[in-house]
């Protein structure tokens, strides 16, 4: 793991779904070396992900799930960065809103992804989207979370297809076993560690979101 580092990007754009818009902020992770590097998501702007890359390999751009805020250049990015788009086939169907026709290569749970010397795991973690996943590496007590966690509760699920019991249950059995000093790295906004969200499951129920 010697040289392993996690870079922020962030990109600024428009989150479309049932017909309404909202301006986001999305974090996009780089999580690699000076060699190569795993992208976590291809949100609104590609030219900042394309300079922090640099001359770097590619191993994978994984989309966390297929809302366009997180998938905006994936096809453009893969094409031009020579690599694979991984998505969780659950939101093809968001995938094709934004994307019609475009290709990409699914991604399975407890699949593992080669880079820098270490090994990322996908997690799936359906409820903000059927598709969404994580991605944790050990080493680093480290969870790439998409929109699944948040600091200060789940993703949204007031949209269509999302489902609240779903997220909860998916940050239970997924997230909620991880060590406690695992540090989460947030699709959105400020990240987190797991010991500061756990305690808090019972009044997330309570209120519902």
């Known amino acids: 793991m010697s040289g392993l580092r996690i870079e922020r990007v962030v990109a600024s754009g428009v ?20 060699n190569e590097v ?3 998501d291809a949100a609104h702007d590609d030219k900042p992900i394309v300079e922090a890359v640099g001359d770097r390999n590619v191993v994978a751009i994984v989309c966390t799930h297929g809302h366009n805020d997180h998938v905006t250049f994936a096809p453009q990015l893969g094409k031009h960065m020579h690599a694979p788009v991984l998505l969780h086939p659950g939101d093809q169907e968001l995938w094709e809103m934004t994307h019609p026709g475009e290709p990409f290569q699914r991604v399975a749970d407890a699949e593992r992804i080669a880079v820098a010397g270490t090994v990322l795991e996908v997690f799936h ?3 903000h989207s059927p598709g969404s996943v994580c991605l944790h590496l050990p080493e680093a007590k480290a969870l790439f979370s998409g929109d699944t966690l948040f600091a200060g509760g789940p993703g949204a699920t007031g949209r269509s297809f999302s489902d609240f019991p779903t997220i909860i249950e998916s940050i239970r059995e997924r997230l909620f076993t991880l060590p406690e000093d695992t540090r989460v790295y947030t699709g959105h906004g400020d990240g987190t560690m ?14 519902g979101y």
Do not use: K
């Open 38 to 40: 795993v992208i976590t």
């Open 194 to 207: 797991i010991s500061s969200e756990a305690p808090h499951l019972a009044e997330w129920i309570e209120r």
């Open 125 to 127: 973690t359906p409820g």
């Open 15 to 34: 989150f479309e779904l049932d017909g309404g818009t909202w301006d986001v902020d999305n974090n996009v992770w780089l999580i690699g070396d000076d």
